[in-house]
DNA sequence: CTGAAAGCGCTAACAA
DNA sequence: TTGTTAGCGCTTTCAG
């Protein structure tokens, strides 16, 4: 089997104490053993078990992450930031997808646990549920207790470190930017009605809608899922129910990229006929074409700075990181057609 | 502190046997006895330390997955299907960006190694280098040594398991498309030179040049690095040097997509001036305007097979499994102008 | 500078 | 059915 530090310590001649000594250079060791140890440690490709060790010191140097779906790119983007991070500090990262499950989250979060992980770093929004939030809490709280951090990069519905963008900021200011475009009729193609992310875009749409004096229309707005197919067939519900409308301003990019395929197949140009924005500013957004308007949401920082509050100590006090959306114009808005 | 078993144990009047029986589920325990356990489980929150269980059984739960980076969609659905896998197996998935740095990744696989990972999945081309090779051949030894599996996803230059797609037939097929067409001079954007995958694609494009009788110019082949940025200076390179084209193959979808924004912005037209050809249907495909052409890789089944032949047995013989790719026609090619 | 020995939290014989 | 006990592989006092 697998050789271990007895191993090592009898080939080179010396204690275990000695090899470990070697290996976490931490302490003198007279530089002839130290050579005879590492040889040793060479000719049996000895690498020190990091279970025992986690056991002694009760730090395993890995970090936990739960989000939807790695291969979305928002997540994708997030998870780079915090990958760039773990490599600077030589740390391993456990990525869950929890496909916005709150038990297979809640589930998750005990499996890291288990782990020991150094911290948990949950993204994207939260799940709008009293139990799932109780449950949610009752696991920070053990998270507390056993000395490791949890970092919310996204959201901030518990006590503890946060990474927030400004999502309703950037949502009002993209609907400003299409009614300072002279668009009236703003159809709004939402994520799932129970998250958190959900709910704070559209506040934003509604914000900017109330401060303009234009009243909102219920019909005006569809329900997606944050996917191309969601913000595909929320577009196609809208064209089917006959509302009009002048512009779509969808709660993330990859639904108004759905969108933008949808109104292509019905004959309609964008945006001579209809504008389109996204939220997120996803690689895609600048690659469809036309090249998307949208929100852009800082997701590799939101991941560097979630990691880095993950690696303080876990005694440090928590901290909320808020960080700013910005308005990105491109060519998938223009003035309403002039019917 | 954290709650351990013998304040389990303590709590519900038993001993540290019979909470470990009761969370195991695996040995007669009275239900009375059961209930106290769980009661005294929920009470304290505790959740067993995955360590001090890894070490007993020197099995950790856990599947490490090397690869080039998360956020390159190629990956990010390979991933997609490992993680499909990890969740209904009750699997946790480290994952480890290697940037196709050699040293990294065998710094990944010894930190994986010393985490006593059930296995490690390395996706995507191995680098062409010997010393390199000689390494990760070693590693591979302690691997096995250490009962857990290696499995090879994307590539097969070591004795162990293996999905790999029909790269050099993809590439053929696709190039023959291309002549079949009418395209004789067809340009082709590389990957990194010294990555096996760039090879096994190119020689899928001499191939089919040559049982077409069409002799290959080394001036059409320009280097990317499978990235946007690189297939965009790849194309703005073959434009600045002047030679003729009438196609472009690209050796994979990003690379396309940045030919594509180079042909945009230099005024040509495609497909009617240049038509352009990308490789593994990443969704990003069929969302460019126009949608590529391109050959299917079957990333997410990619993923499954490989987590699948990493959970087998550790003593299971090596397998070796091919998985075919298919032309998917869209509208970036059509027959070159008549000029 | 080096070794002996205790013990991290758990499971798996072995007893009872 | 339940308890006792011996480690898994390592780090860390404490001696020397």
């Not at 291969?71 to 456990?94: K, N």
């Not at 970092?151 to 999502?167: E, K, Q, T, Y």
């Amino acid at each position: 089997m697998t050789a271990n530090i007895t191993d090592v310590a009898r080939r080179a001649g010396v204690s275990t104490a000695t090899v470990s000594r070697v290996l976490n250079r931490n302490y003198p060791v007279s530089e002839g053993v130290r050579q005879r140890v590492m040889v040793a440690v060479r000719e049996l490709g000895y690498v020190a078990n990091a279970h025992a060790r986690a056991l002694l010191t009760s730090t395993s140097g890995t970090v936990g992450v739960i989000l939807h779906d790695v291969s979305d790119p928002y997540f994708a983007e997030i998870v780079r930031g915090i990958q760039e991070v773990a490599a600077l500090e030589d740390r391993l990262v456990v990525i869950c997808n929890s496909l916005r499950e709150p038990q297979r989250e809640i589930t998750y979060i005990e499996m890291l646990r288990a782990h020991r992980v150094d911290a948990i770093i949950m993204a994207g929004g939260h799940i709008l549920d009293d139990r799932y939030l109780a449950a949610l809490r009752e696991q920070a709280l053990q998270l507390d207790a056993q000395g490791s951090r949890l970092v919310l990069c996204g959201r901030h519905p518990v006590r503890a470190d946060a990474v927030v963008p400004d999502n309703t900021a950037g949502g009002a200011r993209l609907v400003r930017h299409l009614l300072e475009r002279g668009h009236r009729r703003i159809a709004y193609v939402a994520g799932p009605p129970n998250l958190s992310t959900t709910q704070d875009r559209l506040e934003g749409y509604l914000d900017a809608l109330a401060s303009s004096g234009v009243a909102p229309d219920p019909s005006l707005i569809a329900i997606g899922d944050f996917t191309r197919e969601g913000g595909y067939q929320a577009a196609a519900g809208l064209l089917a129910a006959g509302v009009a409308f002048t512009a779509v301003s969808a709660a993330n990019d990859l639904a108004a990229v759905g969108v933008l395929a949808c109104l292509r197949d019905r004959g309609l140009r964008v945006p001579a006929d209809v504008s389109v924005a996204g939220f997120d500013d996803v690689p895609v957004a600048r690659d469809v074409t036309p090249a998307l308007t949208t929100v852009r949401v800082p997701m590799v920082e939101m991941g560097r700075r979630s990691m880095r509050l993950a690696l303080r100590d876990p005694n440090a006090p928590h901290e909320l990181v808020r960080l700013h959306t910005e308005l990105v114009e491109r060519q998938s808005v223009a003035a309403p057609p002039t019917a």
